[in-house]
């Protein structure tokens, strides 16, 4: 049995160093060890916890199996799914019920019919605008809407030039192809512009662009579209 008897050399304040040096009593004989060996004996030691917290910030844990944890998987569209594993769903599974935010890659693109909904929807951010010399000199853009469809207000401004490029859309993420734009004209003057001055839109995976015609468009007027893209 070791008991400890004493202890010397220990500093009044602050943190052990590892060479303070400990008397012990080692059956009936005096030793002598140090904290950083005690502290690596009982470090070797295998120890069970309970009762205490382990902060994620400045602790990290390793190697700990999904069969350790009370929570090791989550169930999507009826199929239970590990934790770090993955899981590969059908078409036919969406119809189980898939919620939430985020979003799901099919294993084999579903192939679809005739299929009724009530609205489609885009969920993309805001497309971005930037103008052209078609536009005129200092002219405004705004867009309102997603990349599948949206509002284009042009505003333009001095001297817009014939055969240029009023507006050039970004999309916010890109699409697989170039996308089909459906167009309609969002107010009187805009339906009104006639076949010469009628821009025309070309697409590319990220952007749509439209550009003037062989007659440009009036200075300071407001011209108003809709766009609607498949792609």
Known sequence: MTTFVAYSQLPLAGALTGSEIFSMTQGTTSVGTTYSTLNAYYSSLTTTLTNKTISGASNTLTNIPNSALSNNSITVAGKTIALGGSQAL????????????????????????????????????????????????????????????????????????????????????????????????????????????????????????????????????????YFQLVG
């Open 90 to 225: 059908a078409a036919s599974d969406l119809s189980n019920g898939v919620t939430g935010s985020g979003s799901i890659v099919l294993a084999t693109a579903p192939t679809l019919g005739v299929t009724t909904v009530t609205h489609l929807v885009g969920n993309s951010a805001t497309p971005t605008a930037a103008a052209g010399t078609g536009a005129g000199t200092s002219p405004t853009l705004t867009v309102a809407g997603t990349d599948s469809g949206f509002k284009l207000t042009v505003v333009t401004g001095t001297s817009p030039t014939a055969n240029g490029v009023v507006a050039t859309i970004t999309f916010s993420s890109v699409f697989a192809a170039a996308p089909v734009p459906s167009v309609a004209e969002g107010n009187a003057i805009t339906a009104s512009i006639t076949s010469a001055a009628c821009p025309f839109i070309t697409t590319t995976t990220s952007t749509l662009v439209l550009t003037a015609n062989a007659t440009a468009l009036t200075a300071s007027t407001t011209y108003v579209w």
